[in-house]
């Protein structure tokens, strides 16, 4: 059957929640514009209000080791937020959780930028035990998101370390016109989901794994007042540009796409998401790079249209890592597949509470692609 495909970008009706107007154009090229609107970014209303939050974050840092907490992973764009942080005379803490599935390649770039900034680095590792536990129920339980334990205890581990040191701020390296937002249909994570996937799949306590509960989460917002900034959506950014940036102040290495400095998120992204779900994350970036000019719609959709190799060294090393022979290996990939509606989830509070969070997203308290993404109802599918 034919896709109806975005005249603007590559979006198609593969993703369930997609909607077009008269002009054939997604909701979701609608949505980053409302969000360049809003943020002003590349603008002189972004530029002004990325100064703005400069100075706030310089003042509540005044007589502290440090003003901002900004998490790193090795990859292009915490990488070049670090280093343009210090540039624009921040005192950041580097901050990485190290779910201990990290390529060698992203190890030595946290080293080389942290070194080439002269800032200090906080790492909180998991139990490697835990950590692969933890990994199994995800593909025991049949959700697509593999990876999801990871992103929620990265944010859990930002917020605990700016708590620990007194820090208002928390910065991440993230664009929305380089790399969109993911669908929401795609991808859903929260405490509650992690907690029942290894509850129900045979991790009955987390030891080490830093989880993080909806009352965690208000505690960071409204007791903290914790300010979670994206300095990337009010400027213009290019992840050519920053590469080629980081490359020549730091010596940091690029590791071959998006997410693929770890071994966990580059399984999620080229084995099982597309494999098991038909999920292509490419179209996130190839999108991004047709809405920004960067790449011809025709050139993504070719480059769209070729499959995702998997590397078969990849598949071995997890198979071997997570004691799997290549049978039970082909029963999990073949298992009925599920969604984070077959789990318990904090979705519908966070729907009940959109009115709050729509509020905090605007007090930069919650990142505004949290209240877009989990505060609304979803579609069906």
């Known amino acids: 059957m034919s896709q109806k495909i975005c005249t603007r970008c590559i979006y198609d009706t593969r993703i369930s929640d997609i ?12 949505q980053i514009e409302f969000l360049e609107k809003n943020y002003g970014t590349g603008k002189i209303k972004g530029e002004t209000s990325l100064q703005n939050l400069l100075q706030q974050i310089k003042h509540s840092g005044n007589g502290k080791r440090y003003d901002c907490v900004i998490g790193v992973s090795g990859g292009t764009d915490s990488s070049f937020l670090l280093l343009k942080a210090v540039e624009w005379g921040l005192r950041p803490l580097a ?71 007194s820090i208002k701020f928390i910065l ?8 969109g937002l993911t669908p929401a249909s795609q991808n859903y994570l929260d405490g509650a989901y992690v ?18 509960t909806f009352y965690q989460f208000l505690k960071w917002v409204l007791i903290y007042r914790q300010k979670f900034i994206r300095p990337l959506w009010y400027m213009s950014y290019s992840k050519e540009n920053a590469r080629d940036y980081l490359i020549k102040n730091s010596g940091w290495k690029y590791y071959g796409g998006h997410h693929l400095e770890n071994r966990a998120s ?27 000019g960067t790449i011809s719609r025709d050139e993504a959709l070719r ?25 039970e290996y082909e029963d999990l990939m073949n298992a009925p597949r599920r969604t984070h509606r077959d789990f318990r989830t904090y979705k519908k509070r966070f729907e009940r509470l959109r009115p709050l969070f729509a509020v905090l997203a605007k007090a930069n308290l919650v990142p505004m692609s949290f209240y877009l993404k989990y505060c609304f109802p979803r579609a069906e599918s």
């Open 95 to 165: 901050v990485h959780y190290d779910n201990t599935w990290n390529s060698s390649l992203a190890t030595e770039n946290i080293r080389k930028i942290t070194s080439a900034a002269k800032v200090d680095l906080y790492t909180h590792v998991i139990d490697n035990k835990e950590a692969d536990l933890i990994k199994l129920a995800f593909l025991k339980a049949g959700v697509p998101e593999f990876d999801a334990d990871t992103d929620i205890a990265f944010v859990q581990v930002l917020r605990s370390v700016a708590a620990k040191f």
């Open 303 to 327: 480059i769209y249209s070729s499959p995702v190799v998997p590397d078969p060294e990849l598949i071995a090393y997890v198979k071997k890592r997570l004691g799997l022979s290549d049978s």
């Open 266 to 292: 580059t399984f999620a992204h080229t084995v099982w998401l597309p494999q098991r779900y038909g999920i292509d994350y490419r179209n996130l970036t190839l999108a991004a790079s047709v809405r920004m």
């Open 172 to 179: 991440e390296g993230h664009s929305f016109q380089a790399e």
């Open 195 to 212: 907690e029942d996937i290894c509850k129900k799949n045979g991790v009955s306590k987390f030891i080490t794994f830093p989880n993080m």
């Open 19 to 30: 909607t077009f107007d008269d002009a054939g154009i997604c909701n979701y090229c609608r």
